[in-house]
């Protein structure tokens, strides 16, 4: 049936990455990443192609109907190249040894990222996009340049592999570092001269919503009452939501905005976003109780659940940027279309959400993104602040139910590990805040899903599987998030087997992650002949560093366990990167958060008794940086240990391993915590 329907099949029609996938039938003879294209170029002594991209990138799908669709530039690349196509999603790992090389080639990176190597697999040369010409111009000359100079070329891979062990090598401190508030206020005083304070953000253009920033800056506002923080907060945290990059009829966030204004969104939604981002605004909205965190988080949740959830709980990776032949189709509008659909009630709805006859965006296209407060807008139409909630209401069901007939973004639908386990995390911070159950029916589907689908016995994780032939290993980032996506389970429902489940990735990790050498962990456990060793991931991005996650995931089971060892390990990872941290806040707010538990009293609260749930999720819905625990009965967890009494329930506020007295009520136990 396959073989009929497309001219071309190669050995990608086996894998189950739709990126991959997308590839399966180019004339290009691609490889998966694996020892067969490798074995493949030794006997037939050719260079190796690696090309990497992912599903919801632009440009990579350009570069494929523009050059690998090609059958002209396709048979250049089979005559003389073994080509192997991997998807930087499902192997970061790949991606991170090749990004490394091209950036120290070219001083930039991207993707699609093309990377030529030898038959071991080290790096040659290579970039990122190509236009057809200068594609065919670079594989004829590798190709000759192979076959009449190869020494050049393996001096090359030499030099190239020394760079990159030179790059690699960490900039780490001794491990004695003394950390002190004044000079974490000094290195905020840096970052707040890049505050943009008319839009949010980080000053400048692009802007990507950055969650492990905000929360560092909520959890600093927590402990120091810094209302100039607050106003920083609130203000990138509304821009954000009333910006172009949340999508205002269906709720979720697109990766990033093009602009400084958060107004037009490279349209592509990632779940790692719409996870963190979930958890951000829940924690916003326990400090601040705004309706709008409230409305972003409900309906972030339902888009989640609409679009992303599979059938068997896990959550897809992505909606593409393209439909229908263009960027963002799916979701930009003309006047005219709105106008039609709404009839009467178009002239506010324009107005609210900035709809122009010409366009506030190109081809006379419009995004949905608002520019002032609703009451402003209300009164200059001499509505009511109620019968402009309905008519914003009603239209915008309009519009999406129209919307939902519209070509729909193609759906990544690989399930990754450690994605699904910032969902997971982002969906119980749901939970708490608003108590609603079917968030936490969602998380306790998906943590199921990764235990039994996703998780051996001894704690070793896949990041992506189908069957025992095609199964991806877990990086540190699939361990360090689905250890704290188990610990935060147990937080919230105080069932003890998901605190068993961490532990038991936690040792995994440890045994097969942890480098001696550096006291760090490194981002994948090494394999046998590689060319490149894995490298050690500290600097937190959009998605927060492998080793900050994992260091906050053993500074809480150190709590919980009761285990110095674990501590003793976290203390020395942040005296590391402390005075990275010091000159660059930023890139280290993941870490920034896990040096707060030094610079402040370190608290927990444990509830115990019938009612502990009850009384949990009341206080819950308060911000606090306590560490939660508690049972409904005996408890052989040391926290825990002897705090049961029966016929009471009672809540214990502990700090630095000393409890208070405990007491009845949440309002008491909020009062004993200690800023």
Partial sequence: METKQHTHINHLVHETSPYLLQHAHNPVNWYPWGKAAFEKARKENKLVLVSIGYAACHWCHVMEKESFENEATAKLMNDNFVCIKVDREQRPDVDHQYMDAVQLLTGRGGWPLNCFALPDGRPVWGGTYFPPKQWTSVLTQLSELWKTEPEKLGQQAEQITNGIHRNNILQLSDGKQVFRKPDVDKALSLWRQHFDMKWGGNTGAPKFPMPSNYRFLLSEYYHNEDKSLLQFITLSLDKMAMGGIYDQL????????????????????????NGQLLQLYAEAYRLTNKPLYKKVVHQTADFLKRELLSPEGGFYASLDADSDGGEGNYYVWTKNEIDRVLGKEAPFFN???SISASGNWENGK???FVQQDMEKTAAAFNLSLPEAKTILATSREKLFSIRGKHTRPDTDTKILTSWNALAISGLLSAYGAFDNPEFLKMADKTANFIKTQRMETDGKLWRARRNEKEKVPGFLDDYAFTAQAFLDLY????DEQWLQSAQRVIRYVQLHFYNKNTGMFLYAAAEEGAAIQPKTEITDNVI????????????????????NSYSKTVRNMMAKVYPSLLKNLPYFSNWGLLLNHYLYPTQEVVFAGKNALKLSHEFEQHYTTAL??????????????DRFIPGKTLIYVCENKTCKLPVKTVKEALLLLRK
């Fill in 366 to 368: 419009n995004v949905l």
């Fill in 491 to 494: 937080r919230y429902t105080f």
């Fill in 351 to 353: 107005a609210y959400y």
């Fill in 628 to 641: 939660l625990a508690g049972s409904l009965g005996e408890s052989k967890t040391p926290l825990l240990k």
């Fill in 250 to 273: 269906g709720g979720g966030f697109a990766r990033y905005a093009t602009d400084s204004h958060w107004k037009v969104p490279h349209f592509e939604k990632m779940l790692y976003d």
């Fill in 544 to 563: 927060p560093s492998s080793n900050s996650a994992m260091a906050i995931v053993l500074s809480q089971a150190g709590i919980y366990f009761e285990d």
